[in-house]
């Protein structure tokens, strides 16, 4: 089922902004074509961080599409989509095969993700938010984020990938709580900067005339 060893995805924003972008973005998180793109989020850039000092790694798994489905496969993979909230089983299939040493929990989560309790790991299927994986990576009950595409490369194989981190989870969590704080203080100083504006061209009427 699986092809070779996983090999590690790296990304350079600084020298090669425009090629890691094309890859992180149509390749990877929003492969599956629902037109959205990672910077429009407020969380893109503390990520696109993370990933270029290598502190979240990225790793890709080369996996074999050939093979026969039983219809109890089938069956629970149609079960577990509309778990997580998709029409299309294929991705959910490929991950049942593949995981099929591991039972994954049956319960609905907020990441419209499957949960592997022996894996310590929450599978997603299709496009992936930025926030969703700062934010799955951040649980104590999470080792990694694996992410199966719904589009493929051939009618062969595919690849899915596999989100860990490449620091302390207590760091990472630093490096969190840092980035809130960051993006509070420009908030609040938005939010002044707005009123003062607002109080300059309002006029003043006396409340009684």
């Not at 093979?67 to 778990?83: P, Q």
């Not at 592997?116 to 700062?134: E, H, I, M, Q």
């Not at 620091?167 to 980035?179: G, V, W």
Request: aromatic share 12%; glycine share 4%.
């Amino acid at each position: 089922m699986l092809i070779d060893q996983p090999e590690q995805v790296l990304f350079d924003f600084v020298n090669h902004y425009s090629e890691s972008m094309e890859m992180l973005d149509n390749d990877i998180l929003y492969a599956s074509g629902w037109g959205h793109y990672p910077l429009d989020e407020t969380n893109a850039d503390f990520l696109l961080g993370l990933l270029h000092h290598q502190q979240i790694r990225v790793y890709s798994q080369k996996y074999s599409l050939v093979g026969d489905v039983s219809a109890d496969a089938h069956r629970k993979a149609v079960k577990l989509a509309r778990l997580v909230g998709k029409r299309k089983t294929s991705s959910v299939l490929h991950a049942l095969r593949i995981y099929q040493r591991y039972e994954p929990q049956k319960i609905k989560n907020e990441y419209n993700a499957l949960y592997y309790p022996d894996l310590k790991a929450y599978v997603r299927f299709g496009t992936l938010r930025p926030s969703k994986l700062l934010d799955m990576l951040n649980q104590d009950s999470c080792n990694g984020v694996i992410l199966f595409r719904d589009c493929v490369d051939s009618s062969q194989e595919d690849r899915f990938f596999i989100f860990t981190l490449g620091i302390q989870q207590s760091e990472y969590r630093t490096l969190i709580e840092n980035a809130k704080e960051k993006q509070f203080e420009v908030l609040a100083k938005a939010i002044e900067m707005a009123d003062l504006h607002s109080e300059s061209i309002i006029p003043k009427y006396p409340l009684n005339e």
